[in-house]
């Protein structure tokens, strides 16, 4: 090892232990990223590891191997992401510094998917580094490539001794979503995952669920005393959650094309972001329970009426539109997507959950991409007052209370209410009590981006903010019957399927829903 490479180290480790989580300190770890030179990997993963190590929150020693296709050199690998890191960051003779050492930490092995010998060289390569460079053979294995290379990878880390964990150490394997394309194709994606590793070695990505403002919504529930026994089907006329994107297809209409807006969004982050509203209060803060509720959660769904799928499903696909005052083109014109396609891009669901608690309360779950703008939020509904004492004074009825729990784009929390207007009069005015996430003061905490948050979990092994995989199995189970019934029968998917233009809130059959929603 040269002298400068281990002057490096030596930094890193004087950066002192990285106590992070209530004193916890992270353990020496190995980050194996498959799909190494390709776009994850540059964008977000690096970034989020970056930064982790910028603010001191890596600890001393790591390695990231990134592992694909292409032939690099190490000092190639890390050329080509310190271009990317300089094209997004801009130069600064500081950030240059912090980027070389924390290259150093960085490596590359060439690997063909499929070839058990590379596997054999790559355990080689991690075995030296733990030698040279005194990390401790824990590893994390990233699947950074599309899903059709998750069994061949999966299936290929055993047999090389990688999936081993000892009583010390450990080996851990992050997919993210799709965790397959329906029910079957995900049971069997988890077989093969389970070939290598054991469920608690498994690490299914959502990002929703490493968004601040979405775990919050437990910390609101149930942190506060005065919420939760109002949070039911006596106060509360319906839900709406809503993720709304300007974007279009981009340049994903190969992945698209086969998903959909159903799979793309309602199976993982939408139905993600249902059971934490309505999932009932675990004992304790932990992983297993918290997935234990929301688990309950996906079991009561209610199947949607297959034989009226129309009363409670409206899809859309949006044509030719102007978004922020420029023309685009409708999807069916997009690159890669078939001049035919009958592929949704926006859907709005209307969802009942069968249990004591939320029985008879619709759950309105609505999803597009170009749409007016971008926006998540979720709206607690609740019931008008049961009598209006000042309807002599005012003619309209009275607005009902309103809980908007924002995500996207003001991470807020607002809650609409009636007061009284200055005055001799009772005349009412709505009134709004807003807090706002960024506006906070004294916040002791760093904020973490979500790529950032995920993989700290991963590096100390809480599941908390990831998919169980019988929660992946019941909302496929919710899904796939819809999903068949469209997509083997061309002429319902032709009834539901509205076109809306590109900038508007969805097709027209949405729009009383829409408006239930404040859109
Ligand atoms: C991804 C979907 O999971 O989530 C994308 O594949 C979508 O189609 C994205 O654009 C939305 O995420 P966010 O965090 O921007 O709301």
Redesign the pocket.
């Known amino acids: 090892m040269s002298q400068d490479h281990q002057n490096n180290e030596r930094r890193q480790q004087d950066r002192g232990a990285c106590f992070l989580f209530g004193g916890q300190s992270l353990p020496a770890f190995s980050l194996v990223i498959f799909g190494g030179s390709g776009d994850l990997t540059a964008r977000k993963l690096v970034p989020a590891l970056y930064n982790l190590f910028r603010h001191h929150c890596l600890p001393g020693r790591f390695n990231i191997v990134g592992c694909g296709r292409s032939v690099m050199t190490h000092a190639e690998f890390r050329r080509s992401l310190a271009e990317f890191d300089r094209e997004t960051r801009g130069a600064t003779a500081e950030a240059d510094e912090s980027w070389e050492h924390f290259a150093a930490s960085i490596f590359y092995q060439e690997l063909s998917y499929d070839d058990p010998q590379a596997y054999q060289r790559l355990a080689e390569l991690l075995n030296q580094l733990d030698r040279e460079r005194h990390t401790a053979p824990n590893r994390i294995f990233y699947l950074a490539v599309p899903p059709a290379l998750y069994p061949v990878i999966a299936t290929q880390l055993g047999p090389a001794g990688l999936a081993a964990q000892t009583a010390t150490n450990w080996a851990r394997i992050v997919v993210e ?1 799709p965790f397959g394309h329906d029910l079957p194709s995900a049971t069997a994606l988890d077989k093969t995952l389970h070939a290598g590793f054991r469920e608690e070695q498994i690490f299914r990505i ?3 669920l490493a ?1 601040e403002t979405v775990q919050n919504i437990l910390m609101l529930r149930f942190a506060n005393a005065i919420f939760e026994p109002i949070w039911n089907r006596g106060f509360i006329d319906y839900v709406g959650i809503i ?1 709304a ?1 300007k ?1 279009g ?1 981009e340049h ?1 209409a190969g ?2 094309e086969q ?1 959909g807006v159903l799979r ?2 309602f199976q ?2 939408m139905l993600q972001l249902l059971a934490l509203t309505a999932m009932e209060p675990p004992s304790r803060f932990e992983a297993a329970q918290v997935q234990d509720e929301k688990v309950k959660v996906f079991r009561a769904l209610k199947p949607l009426n297959q034989a009226n799928l129309g009363e409670n499903l409206v899809l859309g696909q949006y044509g030719p539109g102007t978004v922020d005052g420029r023309e685009v083109p409708g999807y069916r014109r997009e690159t890669g997507v078939a001049t035919d396609s009958l592929t949704p891009t926006f859907a709005a669901m209307k969802v009942g959950i069968d249990n004591w608690r939320w029985r008879g309360v619709p759950f309105y779950l609505v999803s597009g ?1 170009r749409m007016p703008a ?1 926006e ?1 939020r979720i709206i607690i509904q609740f019931k008008e007052v049961p009598h209006s004492m000042f309807r002599r004074e005012l003619a309209d009825s009275i607005l009902a209370n309103r809980l908007i729990l924002g ?2 784009p003001e991470e807020k929390i607002s809650l609409n209410f009636q007061a009284k207007s200055p005055g001799t009069k009772e005349y009412l005015h709505p009134a709004t009590m807003s807090f706002n996430y960024e506006r906070r003061q004294g916040s002791p905490g760093q904020h973490y981006d ?1 790529y950032e948050m995920v993989l700290l979990d991963c590096i100390i092994g809480d599941h908390m903010l990831f998919w169980r995989q019988d929660g992946v199995e019941l909302s496929w189970s919710f899904l796939t019957p819809i999903l068949q019934e469209c997509e083997s029968c061309p002429e319902t998917v032709r009834k539901l399927l509205q076109t809306y233009p590109a900038g508007t809130p969805g097709p027209e059959a949405a729009h009383p829903w829409m408006k239930l929603l404040g859109k």
Do not use: G, Q
């Open positions: 979503k959502d990002h929703y968004k993720s994107e974007l297809v994903r992945f698209y998903a793309d969004m993982n982050h991409k971008k998540t995500i996207y979500a």
